[in-house]
Structure formats: C-alpha cells, structure tokens
C-alpha cells in the first residue's frame, strides 16, 4: 500500500476515512495534532540524554520512542506502509532494516566521523543525512529523530551544532536534492549550522 504522507482514507495509520494519524490524545484535527506534537516531542527530547557511539538504527528507534510514545503507539517502529512526500518515494517499508543497516555500518567503518577536520565532517554529515533521510523509516517525526542522531553524532565528534539558521524551504530543498545525490546544500546547510 502507497500512502501520501499524511495518509489518503485508507491508510491503516490514520482514522477512518480521514489523514489525521490515529493517537493516544484521539486528535481529529491536523492543526491541532501538529501543535501535540511539536510540544510533546519537544518537551520529550529533553529526557534524550547524549550518549557516546555506537550509533546504529537501534539508537535511532529509541530517540524516535522517547519523542513519540505518549502520542503514537507505534514510535520507534518501522512503518509498515510505503510513504511519498510530493514525488519523492522514500524506501519501501520491506526494504528499511536492511537499508538502514547498510547505512550505520558504513558510519560505524568510518569511526562515527571521529577525527575529522570540520571540513571534511560537514561533507560525510550531509551524505549520511541525505542517505538516511530517504529511508523515512518511521510514519511521522523522522525529521525530529534524525536531528537529534545528528545531534549526538556532532557532539561525540568535538564540534557543536545549531539549527536556528535554517528555514523550513530550503531543509526541504536540501533533502530533495539529496534524493538525486546532490548534497551540495545539505552541505551548505551544515557549514552553517556545525562549529568548533
């Protein structure tokens, strides 16, 4: 089954008939569901505490169940339906574990991106950021997830990060042309966002 990414009526993550994702607080209002989320992942994310490496698609899981689980029962799990965003298909739900594995042994045999000059970090951050990104394995909130890896990754390397200087459209102008492997402004995008 193909789903928009909000849902289309028959997908099995959204009320009946509607594209509102089912949830704990029985939210049927978009608007109103966006807001729950924004607030409960963030007030969430401040129990994630940094941990060192292994970083790995476990690790990954477990961020997205911290941020999510008072609101969706199935946080942390690989989404069982295909997903697009507007003509991007991110990967089909048989196919993320192994994908995704593929991913984090790749970084785990690049020593987590330790030892880096910035230079070099910000270039092998935005690959890996793209790559993962069209994996989407989660229904909704990968984006969150994915930020605070990243996040810990950044830390565990010596740099810091922050993200106050991006603007939504160009984060989604970024990961779209990352889907055609042009990182070029994920790049750009890091160099602002990474620091010593």
């Not at 930020?147 to 459209?169: A, M, P, Y």
Request: glycine fraction near 4%; charge should be negative; include cysteine.
């Amino acid at each position: 089954m193909v789903s928009m990414k909000y849902g289309t009526g028959d997908d099995p993550y959204c009320y009946k008939n509607t594209d509102i994702l089912i949830n704990n607080l029985n939210i049927k209002d978009n608007a109103l569901l966006e807001l729950a989320e924004t607030d409960i992942s963030l007030l969430s994310s401040e129990s994630i505490d940094f941990s060192p490496p292994p970083y790995n698609f476990t690790y990954l899981q477990n961020i997205h169940k911290t941020l999510f689980s008072d609101l969706y029962l199935w946080a942390g799990l690989i989404r069982t339906i295909g997903i697009n965003k507007g003509d991007t298909m991110f990967c089909r739900p048989e196919y993320i574990q192994r994908e995704a594995d593929k991913i984090f042994t790749l970084l785990a045999q690049e020593n987590y991106f330790q030892q880096l000059n910035i230079e070099k970090f910000i270039i092998k951050m935005a690959e890996f950021y793209g790559d993962l990104n069209i994996i989407h394995p989660f229904r909704e909130g990968n984006g969150r997830s994915q930020r605070i890896l990243f996040e810990h990754i950044t830390v565990n390397s010596g740099f810091q990060i922050s993200w106050s200087s991006v603007t939504k459209d160009e984060w989604i102008q970024a990961n779209i042309n990352s889907v055609h492997c042009d990182y070029s402004l994920l790049e750009s995008i890091f160099s602002r966002c990474v620091s010593e």
